[in-house]
């Protein structure tokens, strides 16, 4: 069910319903370099329009091309470009199907590899593509949030020696989530391109793995306004860390994690902090990192919050959705912006474990 | 303040208004603050034990050492124990309660876990964390687990400290037990538990549970 202020139908109309603004003179359509053989594969998602007061969520299924005669290749840059609105963009690596089923799809080309893709739109509560039940063993690749007027590319050149493996014919997942709300406009039609640049180098790199960690169980109530969730995770061996970015949702107003000794529960000093974000709708990936993380240590993250009454849905929405059924509006773990909330941890480090991390 | 008023349902059409009524049903303010709930003494020393859900989280038990704690799956799988706090002389409604499973064998710890929670004002003057509440600590999988993590002792601490500085803190050795869904939970919760891994199968090993060297 959806809600449309009609206060904002008329600004919205001549922005947001079929009237592009590629035009507009803030606004310079990215354009990104097609890649081939051996400097590596672009992936193009085909353009589409979110309507205003809408959610958008789909997820295309493509697999990595063979670039090196059947043989691994090895991504060490990573370059996206991302038209406004977009919530987030986030690649897996597709591994046990539960649910989401790259077969379920509806055929499509990624530019120009053939792909499927399941179309989640607004369907959260049954879509599988909003589901997060394959978070635990979908190793993430790549991810941006970053797709404002004044930056639509996230240039993610990755430390040097280091790079992502990836396997020919491997299933890969590009989730993409758009928003088109008075908070996160989609005005100029919904597009992303992704570049996975081939290393050159012909010396073995080492291996860059990536973390994922969420809260789920968080609420957000209207009783208890301000209300911060905290987590750990750990990693066994030694890792340094690359690049990393946080997520939460409108409520969200202080994303931030630090380096974590793995043997206090206090909280860490603000000197271990290596992560700060302030900003929901389009919180910042920091790429430059290079923090240590001895063997049994790890990261502890803070997510703060502060209630709001939701803008496009109402109280009973939130309420409908709590799984305990509080009648508080509280806001518990879901991908739809308005209604639901996140407290999820992207992070990349190098050299890569073993296992998957996952931490909940 | 605006107000959103559902005009139809399937016109689409909804009209923002001026209002202050539009929480009715959520408190009745775009930014409210939390309220302020003593619970005993808050000039003594903060007094603090240990409760847990049980499986029907519904059902608070004051937890006692070697206390078997139901493991329960949450939304967003794996395994949990819904700890929580039965104190006093603290400010029951602007409190916030860590959680910690610290591996009994090497003194590690596993999971830290940090939420704010409500007590509710019983009888006997301790206030107890509302249902809603409870910290939700994660227990398995765990990739950095020397040994199983279900039916073997585990130590969970518990802190809580109020805005104003009122700090109590509790630790007891448990013993995390699978109840619901025992074939999925003795697997998840093993050690060599690899995320992903298929438990249509039974585990091939007996398991470990005594203290071995870390890795």
Redesign the interface.
């Known amino acids: 069910m959806r809600l449309l202020p009609i206060f904002v139908l008329a600004g919205l109309a001549l922005t947001q319903n079929g009237c592009h603004s590629d035009s507009d003179p803030a606004f310079t359509p990215w354009d990104l370099e097609d890649l081939n053989g051996m400097n590596g594969f672009s992936l193009r998602v085909p353009e589409f329009e979110v309507p205003a007061g809408h959610e958008s969520q789909n997820c295309y299924f493509v697999q990595v091309p063979d670039l090196a005669s059947g043989q691994d290749i090895w991504i060490d840059r990573v370059l996206s470009a991302i038209n406004p609105g977009s919530h987030h963009v986030n690649v897996f690596q597709v591994k046990t199907i539960i649910g989401l089923d790259p077969a379920m799809g509806t055929p499509t080309t990624l530019g120009a590899y053939p792909a499927t893709v399941i179309e989640g739109g607004d369907d959260y509560a049954n879509n599988p593509c909003w589901g997060s039940s394959n978070w635990a063993d979908w190793p993430l690749v790549a991810n941006s949030q970053q797709a404002n007027i004044g930056e639509l590319e996230t240039d993610w050149k990755l430390p040097d020696g280091v790079a992502i493996r990836m396997t020919p014919g491997e299933m890969l997942m590009v989730q993409t989530h758009y928003v088109n709300s008075t908070d996160q406009p989609t005005m100029y039609g919904a597009r992303v391109g992704i570049n996975f640049y081939q290393r050159q180098d012909p010396t073995p790199p080492i291996e860059m793995g990536s973390l994922f960690a969420t809260q789920q169980n968080i609420r957000i109530c209207a009783s208890n306004p301000n209300p911060t969730f905290s987590g750990t995770c750990r990693i066994p061996g030694a890792v340094t860390i690359a690049a990393a970015n946080g997520h939460f949702h409108k409520r969200g107003k202080r994303f931030s994690i630090y380096s974590w000794d793995g043997a206090s529960i206090e909280h860490p000093a603000d000197a271990a902090m290596f992560y700060e974000s302030d900003n929901w709708n389009d919180p910042p990936m920091v790429t430059d990192l290079s923090v240590a993380a001895p063997a049994q240590t790890g990261v502890w993250w803070d997510c703060e919050y502060q209630w709001q009454p939701p803008d496009e849905f109402t109280c009973a929405d939130v309420n409908a959705k709590d799984p305990l059924q509080a009648n508080d509006c509280c806001y518990t773990f879901g991908g739809i912006t308005d209604i639901g909330e996140h407290c999820n941890v992207f992070m990349y480090y190098y050299p890569k474990i073993d296992s998957n991390v996952f931490c909940e | 303040m605006t107000r959103?008023i559902?005009v139809s349902?399937h016109g689409?059409?909804?009209?923002?208004v001026i209002g202050a009524a539009?929480?009715g049903?959520?408190?009745g303010s775009?930014?409210?603050?939390?309220?302020s709930c003593p619970i005993g003494d808050p000039t003594a020393p903060a007094e603090l034990q240990i409760v847990n859900l049980e499986a029907d989280q519904a059902t608070v038990n004051l937890t006692q050492a070697s206390d078997l704690v139901p493991l329960v799956p949450?939304?967003?799988?794996?395994w949990?124990v819904l700890l929580g706090a039965r104190a006093r002389n603290l400010d029951g409604?602007q409190l916030?309660l860590?959680t910690?499973l610290v591996d009994a064998c090497t003194g590690?710890?596993?999971?830290?876990?940090?939420?704010?929670t409500?007590l509710e004002l019983g009888d006997d003057g301790w206030g107890v964390s509302s249902?809603?509440?409870f910290g939700?600590l994660?227990v398995c999988p765990?990739?950095?687990a020397t040994r199983d993590l279900h039916d073997v002792p585990y130590i969970v601490?518990v802190?809580v400290e109020d805005t104003h500085g009122q700090k109590a803190s509790a630790q007891l050795s448990i013993i995390p037990t699978c109840g619901t869904e025992p074939s999925r939970c003795t697997c998840e919760c093993a050690r060599d538990y690899?995320?992903?891994q298929?438990c249509d199968q039974p585990p091939i090993d007996a398991g470990v549970s005594t203290c071995v060297d870390?890795?």
């Open positions: 959103l559902r349902s689409y059409a909804y009209a923002y539009l929480l049903s959520c408190g775009d930014k409210p603050t939390a309220k949450p939304p967003q799988g794996g949990i409604c916030t860590t910690a590690q710890i596993l999971q830290v876990d940090v939420r704010p409500q249902l809603t509440t939700n994660p765990q990739l950095t601490k802190v690899v995320m992903g298929s870390a890795p």
